[in-house]
């Protein structure tokens, strides 16, 4: 049995901003993530970030990678990293099992952060399981990170932030995005992402679902067919267009099985992906000392899993005794700012999830 | 419509839009920023004071058209891609308009490449006068382009080669 502080489950975006929160607040911390690659989803973010300095806007998420990495090496004297580390388990004792090069290790944290992220949302339609169908973030990692061209002629299912924004660089890998289709009727992702693609001639088709793919071994047609206000299919609306590529980005869902074989309470919380932990404003679930950061604890963009982060990761080193000199000031800090990024109107849906989950302190 | 559509309407473009007088001065940025977003690296990067220091990071863009001077700062900073720059008088018969541009190859100085609207249509040839890409800019290029006066309005990018 490894003796550990902190445990902190994923190094994306969270779970590298916790690791840095509470490291430098001076508690010795276990970051273990499953990819041989730290940064989750931000290695393949080509693209510059919203938000504002503090959340690293205006810098490419490939490069805030780095940023944090360096900051990681700092501390790295009380920072044990292990990477291909997929945890397994977390048991009522407080043992956590993780499986590490074909290795089973137990350890027993004192406090953990569950920044495990989300997983992509399938859909169903006849042959969504023919070659060429991929999720988007398969797409993206096949592109940004590997380099390989996933096909020719794609099709995007999903007008959110994700779509649009792989469609931008399928097009920068050149590849022709034959349109991009949501069963909304307004496009879900931010208006700039839609015109940036848009003034590219790429068509937005929204009220639009795939209603079947052709293809014998491998994904040649999608058809698709409108729907009205009521999601009701419109007969004589279909229409086929060539594809070999289908990207599905309809949504994530958190990845919250580890928080509910441990027991913590979840709520299904559609506004954000589903089944969701109850927290308090430390980002500490419903069992002591087990704290969530990021898309685990709700689906939202990579800035605002950051500024969870760092405010988990502060919380949980002082659950343990590390209390940072600035504790009180960073504390304030941190939820200010994730205050702000959830005040505009693209966050209403994000507020009102929120407000479920969240328990007050006397309701803790 | 816009938001079925992400393709801006006049009405917005020219309600965005320097006025006419402000246009004849010479080199000025229009910000096509229209849904609040949390976002502010525009206002963080303006060291003319022409866009208006955010109260709540969700705010729109406020510019001031005769403090700011055209000088492209905001333009490589902005996540969205959503400003360029505009000359109305570059010459008699052109306007210059400044664009980020993140596509590669870049196009090469004197190459006449086609012009868009904002719906992606083909509307006229522009010639690239300028291109910068210092590593400051991070990998967005701003290309200069001689757009005819009669598509100031309309002219927003340029054709990639994706076949």
Same mark, same amino acid.
């Given at each position: 049995?490894?003796?550990?502080?902190?445990?902190?489950?994923?190094?994306?975006?969270?779970?590298?901003c916790?690791?840095?929160?509470?490291?430098?607040?001076?508690?010795?911390?276990?970051?273990?993530?499953?990819?041989d690659?730290?940064?989750?989803?931000?290695?393949k973010?080509t693209?510059m970030?919203?938000g !504002?300095?503090?959340?690293?806007?205006?810098t490419?998420?490939?490069?805030i990678?780095?940023?944090?990495?360096a900051?990681?090496?700092?501390? +790295?004297?009380n920072i044990k990293?292990y +990477?291909?580390?997929?945890?397994?388990?977390?048991?009522?004792?407080?043992v956590v099992?993780l499986?590490?090069?074909?290795k089973?290790?137990?350890? #027993?944290?004192?406090?953990i952060?569950?920044?495990?992220?989300?997983?992509? +949302?399938?859909?169903?339609?006849?042959n969504?399981?023919?070659?060429?169908?991929?999720?988007a973030?398969?797409v993206?990692?096949?592109?940004?990170?590997?380099?390989?061209?996933?096909?020719n002629?794609?099709?995007?299912?999903?007008?959110g932030?994700i779509?649009l @924004?792989? !469609?931008?660089?399928?097009?920068?890998?050149?590849?022709?995005?034959?349109? @991009?289709?949501?069963?909304?009727?307004?496009?879900?992702?931010?208006?700039?992402?839609?015109s940036?693609? =848009?003034?590219?001639?790429?068509? @937005?088709?929204?009220?639009? @679902?795939?209603?079947?793919?052709?293809?014998? /071994?491998?994904?040649?047609?999608?058809?698709?067919?409108?729907?009205?206000?009521?999601?009701?299919?419109? =007969?004589?609306?279909?229409?086929?267009? /060539?594809?070999?590529?289908?990207?599905?980005?309809?949504?994530?869902?958190?990845?919250t099985e580890?928080?509910?074989?441990?027991?913590?309470?979840?709520?299904?919380?559609?506004?954000l992906?589903?089944?969701?932990?109850?927290r308090n404003?430390?980002?500490e679930?419903?069992i002591?000392?087990?704290?969530v950061?990021?898309?685990?604890?709700?689906?939202?963009?990579?800035?605002?899993?950051?500024?969870?982060?760092?405010l988990?990761g502060?919380?949980?080193?002082?659950?343990?005794g590390? *209390?940072?000199?600035d504790? #009180?000031?960073l504390?304030?800090?941190?939820?200010?700012?994730?205050h702000s990024? *959830?005040?505009?109107?693209?966050?209403?849906?994000?507020?009102?999830?929120?407000?479920?989950?969240?328990? =007050?302190?006397?309701?803790v | 419509?816009f938001?079925?559509?992400?393709?801006?309407?006049?009405?917005?473009?020219?309600?965005?839009?320097?006025t006419k007088?402000?246009?004849?001065?010479g080199?000025?940025?229009?910000i096509?920023?229209?849904?609040? $977003?949390p976002?502010?690296?525009?206002?963080?990067?303006?060291r003319?004071?022409?866009?208006?220091?955010?109260?709540d $990071?969700n705010?729109?863009?406020t510019?001031?058209?005769?403090?700011?001077n &055209?000088?492209?700062l905001?333009?490589?900073?902005c996540? &969205?891609?959503?400003?360029?720059?505009?000359?109305?008088?570059?010459?008699g018969?052109?306007?210059?308009?400044k664009?980020?541009f993140?596509?590669?190859?870049l196009?090469?100085? &004197?190459? $006449?490449?086609?012009?868009l609207?904002?719906?992606?249509e083909? $509307?006229?040839?522009?010639?690239?006068?300028?291109?910068?890409?210092?590593?400051?800019?991070?990998?967005?290029?701003?290309?200069s382009?001689?757009?005819?006066k009669?598509?100031?309005?309309?002219f927003?990018?340029i054709e990639v &080669?994706?076949k």
């Amino acid at each position: 049995m490894e003796t550990v502080e902190l445990l902190i489950i994923g190094a994306g975006p969270a779970g590298l901003c916790a690791a840095i929160s509470a490291v430098s607040s001076g508690a010795k911390v276990m970051l273990v993530d499953r990819n041989d690659t730290l940064g989750g989803q931000l290695i393949k973010q080509t693209h510059m970030f919203f938000g !504002s300095e503090k959340q690293y806007a205006a810098t490419r998420g490939t490069d805030i990678t780095k940023i944090l990495l360096a900051e990681i090496e700092k501390y +790295k004297e009380n920072i044990k990293i292990y +990477k291909n580390t997929t945890a397994l388990g977390m048991y009522e004792d407080g043992v956590v099992t993780l499986a590490r090069n074909d290795k089973y290790i137990k350890v #027993k944290p004192k406090a953990i952060i569950v920044a495990t992220g989300a997983s992509e +949302k399938v859909l169903a339609f006849p042959n969504n399981d023919l070659p060429g169908i991929y999720g988007a973030g398969a797409v993206q990692t096949l592109m940004n990170v590997y380099g390989v061209k996933p096909g020719n002629k794609v099709l995007m299912v999903g007008a959110g932030n994700i779509g649009l @924004i792989v !469609s931008y660089q399928l097009m920068q890998a050149g590849v022709k995005v034959e349109a @991009i289709i949501d069963a909304a009727p307004e496009i879900g992702g931010y208006l700039v992402h839609a015109s940036k693609i =848009r003034r590219l001639g790429v068509p @937005i088709y929204t009220s639009h @679902i795939v209603k079947e793919a052709i293809g014998l /071994d491998y994904l040649e047609k999608a058809v698709l067919i409108e729907v009205d206000e009521k999601w009701q299919k419109v =007969r004589g609306t279909e229409k086929e267009i /060539d594809v070999d590529v289908m990207c599905i980005s309809v949504g994530l869902t958190p990845l919250t099985e580890l928080l509910m074989q441990k027991g913590c309470e979840v709520k299904y919380v559609p506004e954000l992906g589903g089944l969701v932990p109850t927290r308090n404003e430390n980002y500490e679930t419903s069992i002591d000392n087990i704290f969530v950061a990021g898309d685990v604890s709700g689906v939202e963009e990579a800035s605002a899993a950051m500024v969870e982060g760092y405010l988990a990761g502060l919380c949980a080193a002082d659950k343990i005794g590390f *209390r940072h000199d600035d504790f #009180k000031k960073l504390k304030k800090d941190y939820i200010e700012q994730l205050h702000s990024l *959830r005040a505009g109107p693209e966050s209403d849906k994000i507020r009102g999830g929120i407000a479920k989950i969240e328990r =007050r302190a006397q309701d803790v | 419509m816009f938001e079925s559509t992400g393709v801006a309407t006049r009405e917005m473009v020219m309600k965005t839009f320097p006025t006419k007088e402000r246009l004849e001065k010479g080199s000025v940025a229009v910000i096509e920023c229209y849904k609040e $977003i949390p976002c502010n690296p525009c206002a963080t990067a303006c060291r003319q004071d022409a866009i208006k220091t955010f109260v709540d $990071i969700n705010d729109l863009p406020t510019l001031d058209h005769e403090r700011c001077n &055209g000088c492209t700062l905001c333009m490589v900073n902005c996540p &969205g891609l959503a400003i360029v720059v505009v000359d109305k008088n570059y010459t008699g018969e052109d306007a210059l308009f400044k664009i980020p541009f993140e596509f590669k190859p870049l196009p090469l100085e &004197g190459d $006449i490449v086609r012009g868009l609207n904002r719906a992606g249509e083909h $509307i006229c040839d522009v010639e690239v006068v300028k291109i910068q890409n210092p590593k400051s800019f991070d990998q967005t290029a701003i290309l200069s382009l001689l757009v005819k006066k009669e598509y100031l309005y309309d002219f927003i990018t340029i054709e990639v &080669g994706v076949k």
